[in-house]
């Protein structure tokens, strides 16, 4: 079974940075695609980006070119560095491994304008 912790969420104000890291139990950690997601209040949770385990990244338009999605196989950590944040970016962000259906429990960022 796969556990998986989000951390560095927060409050931050528009423009700024954050990053997210999720470390995960278990030596499966390198064979799955990772990705993180995101739920906006009253909106459905969707796709922010994803890594496979050689490293190929996809990311949603909205973030493109502001977030970098990594991988650290050794320490069986996924990372989210944000950056230009803007209100629209307010969520709960989740790490899962999508293909095993394994998910974390979520971390709150809050951008203030």
């Known amino acids: 079974q796969v556990q998986l912790a989000e951390s560095g969420g927060g409050l931050v104000q528009a423009g700024g940075s954050l990053r997210l890291s999720c470390a995960a139990s278990g030596s499966i950690f390198s064979f799955y695609t990772m990705g993180w997601y995101r739920q906006a209040p009253g909106k459905q949770r969707d796709m922010v980006a994803t890594i496979t385990p050689s490293g190929n990244r996809n990311y949603a338009d909205s973030v493109k070119g502001r977030f970098t999605i990594s991988r650290d196989n050794a320490k069986n950590t996924l990372y989210l560095q944000m950056n230009s944040l803007n209100s629209e970016d307010t969520a709960v962000y989740y790490c899962?491994?999508?293909?095993?259906?394994?998910w974390g429990q979520g971390t709150q960022v809050t951008v203030s304008s």
């Open positions: 899962a491994a999508p293909e095993i259906r394994y």
